[in-house]
């Protein structure tokens, strides 16, 4: 194995932020992953699994265990069906699935998710989930022995999933998903919509919150309370879109969970509404 000492979370971080890793290692197939496990098991020491390190807030203070980094990242196709790993850009394959006319993975263009990173935290936009077209999810438990669940095995929910709450790494999915001549139209305008409303050429984690009830957007609340721009250190509510905070220069985790604090005591002050975060933070 190629573990190595001296790299730091903000390299993995769409949010540029995140402290030094103590150990860290790239894997790209299940043996690799299964000897990592072994490892980290054997020095007692926690892992943690990556993706493209979006979602996710990272702390400034080192990660004292081992950090994988999930580029299992193969695809086969079927005839309405892919089998993929973990470690496939979940954008990429939004716009491939669509080329081949194929509907279900509209909505994954644009965002900056792996596969497995998607389904760990059920990925939505447009009215869509990960777990709609989900069929079936390859997954490694850490005592190095593999399992595959059924999409009807597994229960999903608003940015939740099963493996929120479990240990191991997910390898791999298979996804169902529907002939249609428009799939490609309807993608191409997802993401001509998403580069014109959202922050994509800053870095973010984003959206940071989720909508606390359905029709009731998080972004909406923040903007009527007027807190586009609003500033903590390097941390800004975005002024294009109020759901997402960006690193405007040199931003801390702690200057992004100050300004998540501020957004939620003014909205909830100001619309009545309480704002629970979509990210993950990870100490």
């Not at 263009?109 to 869509?128: K, L, T």
């Amino acid at each position: 194995m190629n573990i190595q000492t001296n790299r730091f979370l903000s390299e993995f971080s769409t949010f540029g932020i995140g402290g030094p890793i103590r150990y860290f290692l790239e894997v790209h197939d299940v043996a690799d992953v299964q000897e990592a496990y072994r490892w980290a098991q054997s020095e007692k020491i926690p892992v943690l699994i990556l993706g493209k390190g979006s979602n996710c807030l990272f702390s400034d203070q080192p990660y004292e265990g081992l950090v994988i980094l999930n580029k299992i990242d193969f695809c086969e196709w079927e005839e309405k069906s892919v089998f993929v790993g973990a470690g496939y850009s979940f954008s990429l394959l939004g716009v491939q699935t669509a080329r081949r006319g194929l509907s279900g993975l509209e909505f994954a263009s644009g965002i900056p998710a792996s596969v497995g990173g998607a389904i760990f935290m059920n990925a939505g936009a447009n009215g869509q989930e990960t777990c709609e077209c989900l069929q079936s999810v390859t997954y490694l438990l850490p005592s190095g022995e593999g399992r595959e669940y059924t999409r009807a095995e597994l229960s999903f929910g608003y940015r939740t999933s099963p493996f929120q709450t479990m240990e191991g790494c997910i390898l791999a999915a298979r996804f169902e998903l529907k002939p249609c001549e428009t799939a490609r139209k309807s993608q191409l305008e997802i993401v001509d919509y998403r580069m014109k409303t959202q922050p994509y050429k800053e870095k973010s984690a984003g959206c940071i919150f989720r909508n606390p009830k359905p029709g009731i957007h998080a972004g909406v609340l923040i903007d009527r309370s007027g807190l586009k721009g609003l500033q903590v250190g390097g941390a800004k509510v975005s002024e294009m879109h109020a759901n997402f905070i960006v690193n405007a220069g040199g931003a801390k985790a702690s200057d992004v969970l100050e300004l998540i604090r501020q957004v939620q005591n003014l909205v909830q002050q100001k619309t009545g509404h309480h704002l629970e975060p979509e990210i993950r933070v990870i100490e």
